[in-house]
C-alpha cells in the first residue's frame, strides 16, 4: 500500500532531516569550514535563511487568503506574518556579516609571510531587542 503522505509533506520532512545532518557537520568542522557553510547558509538571498524566509512570507499568505474564507483562524496568519518579519531583520541583522564570513572561509595562505597575530577572544555582550 503505498504512502499516503502528500509531497510536500515528505519533502518538509526531508529538509529537517538534511538540516539535522548540516548541523552535525557544523558542530564537527574546522574554522574555515563553519564559516563557509554559515555564509551558506545564512545567506538572506539563496541561503537556507533566506529560503526559510521566503517559505514562512509564503505560508503568511496563504493562511490569509484561507482565513479570510473562514476556513484558518486569522491568528494563524497573524503569527506567520510576524514571524515573517522577524525572519527578515534577522537577515538584515546578519547580511551585516556577509563580508565576515566570506573572509574567514578563505584558506589560509602558506607563504613565508609575517602572521598577523592571532584573533584573541573577546568577550561576548548579550543585546536584546524588544
Known sequence: MPDPTPYPVLLADNIARQLGLLAQHLAQAPPEQTAQILGRVLDPDI??????TALVETGSRSTRAHAEQGTFPPELWLALGRAANDLNGLC??????????????????AEAAPRPPAPVAAAFVARRRR
Open 47 to 52: 541561503g537556507v535563511l533566506g529560503q526559510v
Open 92 to 109: 538584515a541583522d546578519l547580511s551585516d556579516h556577509a563580508e565576515d564570513f566570506q573572509r574567514l572561509a578563505r584558506p589560509a595562505r
